[in-house]
């Protein structure tokens, strides 16, 4: 089945403050000199602090947003839409064996496919073939890169089959009308390229003055108490701000550059071409708890997008029901207090930076739903295969990619 129930949110934090604007890039330089009310987020409420189930329940639904009848319409069509695509994609697919060589042949002329290697060619050249097999290989880059572009994201891209690849697929095929099996077929590869539209998926970049300079953070200490002193979470290295700019997996990005130091301006490098736009018209969100995933409709009820998340845990469930966005925060500062839980021996209240590295990544959409809200994450490349004890996790990347384009109002519906 496309979905198992694994989605909790409750890394409670709290959207202080009125709607903002979201039109700030991800890639926008931090000014954690001063804490702004309206940019501030609170830590987690203690799961265990809830009175009972009832009352937590009668809490959840007071929070509920009020919905119209055409709103309710769009919300049953979608979530008809999401469980069609339980019951076409198959979670448990092999994609197939691995093949003998990496001489394969192709099903439609039986022809030598090109050789796939970890270079600028062999990536952009890099094709489908039967029994590809599951593992990391070019033409897993090639297709992440893809998927990408057509908003059916991957996570971070690292050249891996996987869940999240799997869920991607299936995104994009039901998005272009394919039936969703999440299965990387002949068809689903040939559509992906019709979308990409010739432009290549990994480009050469060279590294600027400007990347070197930062600012980075020497580390970032687990203890709350020590960021707090930080005058920002930054990245902590070239290779890991190169890797979130280009929705790369880190290590991924070094595999495919093994010889680059990433500490020399006009360094040239691989990376990937990737957009950092969604499309217009954000009108519905599902957070599918058994998924992991969000998907965002348009108004006309069209899939238009979908993100791999991180969505609590069985100790710290998410609410059910229906909310909605109160707003976006870009670079919250993070408002850490011992009332709500204890993180080592912190018993004071603390203010962290605001960062790639905070709590809740480098932003923050609030939800009605008080304490609940979507946000980035310091470690992209765990999202969707780990349990969470916060809100809705995304990459940073994909967090910004909503939060630019979601506007208050829109309807956030949670869906076993």
């Not at 987020?41 to 007071?62: E, T």
């Not at 590869?189 to 060279?206: H, I, M, N």
């Amino acid at each position: 089945m496309f979905v198992r129930s694994i989605l909790a949110l409750s890394l409670s934090c709290i959207f202080a403050g009125t709607a903002l604007a979201a039109t700030t890039s991800s890639e926008q330089p931090l000014s954690p000199t001063k804490v702004s009310q309206k940019s501030v987020v609170q830590d987690p409420i203690d799961p265990l602090a809830v009175d009972s189930p009832a009352s937590s329940a009668a809490a959840s639904r007071s929070d509920e947003a009020k919905i119209s009848a055409q709103e309710q319409k769009d919300l049953n069509q979608a979530a008809s839409t999401l469980q069609n695509l339980e019951q076409t994609e198959d979670a448990s697919a092999d994609i197939g064996s691995a093949p003998a060589s990496s001489a394969v042949t192709t099903s439609a002329s039986n022809a030598p496919a090109v050789k796939a290697s970890w270079t600028l060619d062999g990536l952009n050249n890099a094709t489908w073939y039967e029994n590809m097999g599951k593992g990391q290989f070019p033409v897993y880059a090639r297709a992440h890169v893809m998927l990408n572009n057509a908003h059916a994201s991957p996570g971070a891209i690292d050249g891996s089959s996987g869940k999240n690849t799997l869920k991607a697929i299936a995104s994009f095929q039901q998005m272009s009308g394919l039936k969703a099996t999440g299965v990387l077929t002949k068809e689903t590869w040939d559509a992906l390229e019709a979308r990409q539209g010739g432009k290549p998926a990994f480009v050469e970049y060279t590294i600027t003055e400007a990347d070197l300079k930062g600012p980075y953070a020497a580390s970032i200490p687990s203890d709350y108490a020590l960021q707090a002193k930080m005058k920002g979470l930054y990245y902590t290295r070239v290779s890991e701000m190169l890797g979130e700019k280009f929705h790369m997996d880190e290590a991924f990005l070094k595999k495919i550059n093994p010889k680059a130091t990433f500490k020399k301006a006009g360094e040239k490098i691989i990376v990937t071409s990737i957009r950092n736009e969604l499309p217009e018209n954000i009108h519905l969100i599902v957070a599918h708890k058994g998924a992991k995933q969000l998907y965002l409709f348009n108004s006309q009820n069209q899939m238009v997008g979908s993100f791999p998340a991180t969505i609590g845990s069985s100790d710290t469930p998410s609410p059910t029901g229906t909310y909605k966005v109160t707003g976006v925060a870009p670079n919250p500062w993070y408002s850490y207090s011992p009332s709500n839980f204890v993180q080592g021996k912190n018993l004071k209240p603390l203010s962290l930076p605001p960062g790639p590295n905070a709590p809740v990544g480098n932003i923050w959409i609030g939800l009605s739903k008080k304490s609940f809200g979507i946000h980035g994450t310091p470690n992209p490349s765990a999202i969707s295969k780990t349990a969470s004890h916060g809100c809705i996790r995304l990459t940073n990347w994909d967090a910004n990619d909503l939060g630019r384009k979601v506007k208050a109002g829109v309807t956030v519906k949670f869906l076993e």
